[in-house]
């Protein structure tokens, strides 16, 4: 059974940054892209970046602006995401997610971990 | 991409059925049929109920199924049960390697 485990959430002032990671196990990096999906407080869904098994790609919501990076170590079976400059309207739960196949292109997310609340407040 | 919308709410009594509708664009729901559909209840991780617009994972009951016409996609709960009260997401993948949720709808079993 696939889990995956997010950590690196906490209080952040605007401006600041925080690195997000997300453990994967039974998944095997190369065969699954990966995304991360938010949620802010009472909000719904907001997909937020992807990154592919098998190539470099990476994907991002026009609405990051440029502000996040995704990225992965494959030997350590870990998903990162890099949020910098950040907004009070990046508070939410960042959750990744595996996707059903190898790029991100299959609209189907079939594991998801439990979250990482990330709270951005001066 | 602005996100897909769905109606905010729908209710239905036990046994009942309801539709939910995802309303997107010709750049997504109406051009790939990429569309998934999550289940998620108060403080939980998303769950997947369906994908490729009308596919049910292994797990998921029978009583869930898909459609879709043009832009928009359909999510029907047949039999209603008390544990299918539940926020509801639709998902469609963009062109480019994004994907766009929708606005999300609250399913009330009276």
């Known amino acids: 059974e696939v889990q995956l485990l997010e950590s690196g959430g906490g209080w952040v002032q605007p401006g600041g940054s925080l690195r997000l990671s997300c453990v994967a196990s039974?998944?095997?990096?190369?065969?699954?892209?990966m995304s991360w999906v938010r949620q802010a407080p009472g909000k719904g869904l907001e997909w937020v970046s992807g990154?592919?098994?098998?190539?470099?790609?990476?994907y991002y919501a026009a609405s990051i602006e440029g502000r996040f990076t995704i990225s992965r170590d494959k030997d350590k079976n870990t998903l990162y995401l890099q949020l910098n400059s950040l907004r009070v309207e990046d508070t939410a739960i960042y959750y990744c997610?595996?996707?059903?196949?190898?790029?991100?292109?299959?609209?189907?997310?079939?594991?998801w971990g439990q979250g990482t609340l990330v709270t951005v407040s001066s | 991409q602005s996100a897909l919308t769905q109606p905010a709410s729908v209710s239905g009594s036990p046994g009942q059925s309801v539709t939910i509708s995802c309303t997107g664009s010709s750049s997504d729901v109406g051009t790939f049929d990429l569309v998934s559909w999550y289940q998620q209840h108060p403080g939980k991780a998303p769950r997947p109920m369906i994908y490729?617009?009308?596919k049910r994972p292994s797990a998921v009951s029978y009583r869930f199924s898909g459609s879709k016409s043009g832009n928009t996609a359909s999510l029907t709960i047949s039999g209603l049960q008390a544990e299918d009260e539940a926020d509801y997401y639709c998902c469609s993948y963009v062109s480019g390697g994004t994907y766009v949720f929708g606005t999300g709808t609250k399913v009330i079993v009276l």
């Open positions: 490729e617009v009308n």
């Open positions: 997610a595996k996707d059903r196949g190898g790029k991100v292109d299959t609209g189907m997310l079939d594991s």
């Open positions: 990154i592919s098994g098998s190539d470099p790609g990476t």
């Open positions: 039974e998944v095997t990096f190369k065969y699954h892209a």
